[in-house]
């Protein structure tokens, strides 16, 4: 099995920053892709940002040149630096990995989510 567990969430004024780290764990042979994705009340999910293996990103147009998303493969380790923060950023972020395990089975793994939250 394949754990992630996010951490780094809280509350922030607007204009402030906040680190948000990934943690993924278990019986892992590789994980090819992972990302960031939100979930505000009464929306659905959204992508925010992925990172592949080797390291190409991409962005959400609402978080473009606010947010970077980062990887440290040794630690198999995702992280969001989030700056100069909006109240529309508020929501529920959840991190995931597409997994190759030790056994050969590839999936798509959840982290539980980390509330941010972002006060005008």
């Known amino acids: 099995q394949v754990q992630l567990v996010e951490s780094g969430g809280g509350l922030v004024q607007a204009g402030g920053s906040l680190r948000l780290s990934c943690a993924a764990s278990?019986?892992?042979?590789?994980?090819?892709?992972m990302g960031w994705s939100r979930q505000a009340p009464g929306k659905q999910r959204e992508l925010v940002a992925g990172?592949?293996?080797?390291?190409?990103?991409n962005y959400a147009d609402s978080v473009k040149d606010r947010f970077t998303i980062s990887r440290d493969n040794a630690k198999n380790t995702v992280y969001l630096q989030m700056n100069s923060l909006k109240p529309e950023d508020t929501a529920v972020y959840y991190c995931?990995?597409?997994?190759?395990?030790?056994?050969?089975?590839?999936?798509?793994?959840w982290g539980q989510g980390t509330q941010v939250t972002v006060s005008s």
């Open positions: 278990g019986s892992i042979l590789v994980i090819n892709d």
């Open positions: 990172i592949t293996i080797g390291g190409s990103t």
């Open positions: 995931n990995a597409d997994t190759i395990t030790v056994w050969g089975k590839r999936g798509d793994y």
